[in-house]
């Protein structure tokens, strides 16, 4: 019965419109969110959905009934509040703050607490996390305290559908996902009902099933998050500019807001070759901006931000069950960031490096490369290799001073590894287990960063003016970086 159904709804305060034509409904067990701007609206319809405000025109339905055939006291056993501003008295403790919520329930004027008040007062105290001040002033707790006693209070009413403003206003970070997931859970299991406002565009992208996009008092979208948090609709409802990603771990929305300097990123510097050093065991790319990086590093891997390059020298018989730790107190011990830095490992001698500039009209790129072929792998035959590891491994970066897409990012990788392999080609480098031309090492490493600055490089792929520098500058620099190593390590 305890669905929400509002339609064509209108009102707002002493004749001043502020909802328009409001329609859309909530089924019973949906987490529904309310989006909008300041002033959009969004607390005004809470209002009128918990009966505390009257509409000009329309109608509220909670299951099958009209919101205005219930009693104050009918509509409290059925719909519990949680607003932004409590006024309530601060004088209680928390327990008998809490056990107002039961007020809902009691008949008659003399009212006795029963054993089930008291049960469910101590389990949604202890739901919130608050049962261990239970006997303290309301007035000496913390605003996200408060936040979480008027949480227990609305929840101690035992509601068949729960409104909350804001409910992680004034709350740190961990109790607001501890919050929002035991309401996610509520919903799931207890089928409980929420209609919450949000202004975390990315909370309510993350928790909410559906999203009510509100601006000047009208609905804007109604429907799932991945359709109403859209780039396009949310920088016209906010007026600001955002960019919307995919977070990283769910199938959920992430947007992004972009400081107006967002694109100046270091000025008009560029990543040079003199930014490269080479040392006895490592070799230091050092940029004085942050690049965007893709990259397959022992630290660093993955897609971020980083401004430290460095790829080690280790011996062959380099043996750490932890590396990536290892190599994190190695960079920490040469007085770089590990936060900053993507790191790689070699066993090739630095002196064997082969890096340079490459240049276009519109952008530039820097390869570097390190090449040992000694564990040189023909991939189409690698089922004969046994697994074990071999020192030998060819590590590429390329940086771009230039701005590439995603696609670009990915394509830039395709391209320099088919030079990669063209170079090997080039340079007859036998599979040592089948007697075949190999195609790489078994654990080559590779790293593609940008400046993101600069004309907007789309695409990467052989021909396009981005992959045709990359196809040059890797074939070259893999060439040379073998030649080199072949003449001064052979073992490698
Ligand atoms: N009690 C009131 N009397 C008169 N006007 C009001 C009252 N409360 C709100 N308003 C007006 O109604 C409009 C909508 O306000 P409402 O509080 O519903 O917006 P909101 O979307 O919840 O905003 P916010 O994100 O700032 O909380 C605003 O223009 C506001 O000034």
Sequence with gaps: MTSIKVENLFGGYSGEPVLTDVSFTVEQGEFFGILGPNGSGKTTLLKMISGVLPFLKGSIFVGDRSIQSFSAKELAQVIAVLSQHSSQAFSYTVKETVALGRYAHKKGLFQTWSQ???EVVQEVMQWTGIEKFQEQSLEFLSGGEKQRVFLAQALAQEPEILLLDEPTNHLDLSYQKDLLDLLHKWTREKGLTIISIFHDINLAGLYCDRILLLEDGKVIKNDTPKDVLTENTIQQVFKTKIEMHQHPKVPAPLMVLLPDDALENGGTEEVTENH??????????????MLKTMSSGVIGSGIGWYNTFINRYVDKSYHSRNYREELKRFVVEEGLDPSNTVGMMTAVKMENVQYKQYLDKDFSILV???????????????VEHPFVYRPGT????????????????IQSIITATEAKVKALAELQIPDQETGTIATGTSTDSILIAATQKG?????AGTITPLGKLIGKGVYECTLEAIQKSLKRSPDL
């Design 116 to 118: 089930k008040d008291e």
């Design 394 to 409: 060819i590590n590429t970066w390329i940086i771009v001073n230039g701005r590439l897409s995603e696609e670009a990012f």
């Design 368 to 382: 570097v490369v390190t090449a040992g072929v000694g564990n040189a792998v023909d991939v189409s035959r690698s």
């Design 455 to 459: 004309k907007y490089q789309e695409f």
């Design 276 to 289: 490269v050093g080479v040392f006895d065991d490592y070799i230091l790319l050092q940029s004085p901006m």
